[in-house]
């Protein structure tokens, strides 16, 4: 009934530079929106442990949202 209405959507679990992975990924499947989970850490635990929602955010060519 929705299948056609809604566009697909799929989870992306692949292992190593999850950026990157996620990254890749959004230029092969073209998508326009991305949304992200964050563990909250703040700006100096995420600086430091190396935040990939931070990452994807500022280099995805495409919208992202992230929730907590």
Do not use: Y
């Amino acid at each position: 009934m929705f299948a056609n209405r809604w566009p697909r959507t799929g989870d992306l679990s692949r292992t190593a530079r999850q950026n990157a992975c996620i990254l890749d990924a959004i230029r092969e499947r073209k998508v326009d929106t991305v949304v992200l989970g964050s563990r909250g850490l703040g700006d100096v635990a995420g600086l430091l442990l190396g935040s990939v929602s931070h990452k994807v955010t500022h280099l995805a060519p495409c919208t992202c949202i992230v929730v907590r």
